[in-house]
């Protein structure tokens, strides 16, 4: 199975959480700094720095050869700006200069003789691994949700069935009349209002 056989954000969750196995670490300063100036926070959940890296990974393997401009540009987004229209910001290049090293150490991206980054033949080999990985999540998460829908169908029959029972005790100790008997009753009463006039 290739990279591209699979969605890309499945390969990019499972992608990150190997990534974090094989002891990626974000630096000190990732925690207090913002991702672009069109953001208005730096980053809260505790992974994004493996997620980053893992996305960075894939558009490399997509577009590549690719450098640190084309980058910032896919990372930026809108600046909101009060009252005036917003504008597109490209994201910083700090945060990404410094995946693209680390990627670079573990061997999985290389530079390019033109310029930008090419991704490696083990970066190519690690990222189809992933696709298995990703493949094999995705198959256990349909397998689980097949479960829980076949036992909701269950506990909705096995709800229907005591439901019919006590409604069945109900007629037969002359509670809540039967349908089929109130229909019959009803037609035996406008047959009888015919016949009187």
């Not at 591209?4 to 700094?33: C, H, I, M, S, Y």
């Not at 169908?153 to 409604?167: I, L, S």
Request: aromatic share 6%.
């Amino acid at each position: 199975m290739k990279a591209f056989d699979v969605a890309p954000g499945r390969l990019v969750e499972a992608t990150a959480l190997e990534l974090e196995k094989l002891g990626t670490k974000a630096p000190e300063w990732a925690l207090f700094v913002k991702t672009g100036s069109h953001r208005e926070r730096a980053p809260h959940k505790r992974d994004w720095w493996q997620f980053r890296l893992a996305s960075i990974l894939y558009r490399i393997l997509r577009e590549g050869p690719i450098g640190t401009q084309r980058l910032r540009t896919y990372y930026g987004g809108r600046k909101n700006r009060g009252v005036a229209p917003p504008v597109f910001r490209r994201s910083g290049g700090k945060i990404i200069r410094v995946c693209l090293q680390e990627l670079e150490k573990l061997g999985f991206v290389q530079k390019n003789k033109a310029g930008g980054r090419i991704i490696s033949a083990k970066g190519n080999a690690f990222l189809d691994k992933m696709a298995k990985e990703a493949a094999r999540i995705e198959a256990e998460e349909t397998a689980h949700a097949v479960e829980r829908k076949a036992e909701k169908e269950r506990e909705r029959a096995k709800k229907d069935a005591e439901e019919r029972k006590v409604k069945e005790e109900l007629r037969k100790i002359g509670g809540a009349p039967d349908k089929k008997h109130e229909k019959k009753a009803v037609k035996k009463k406008k047959s009888e209002g015919e016949t009187n006039e």
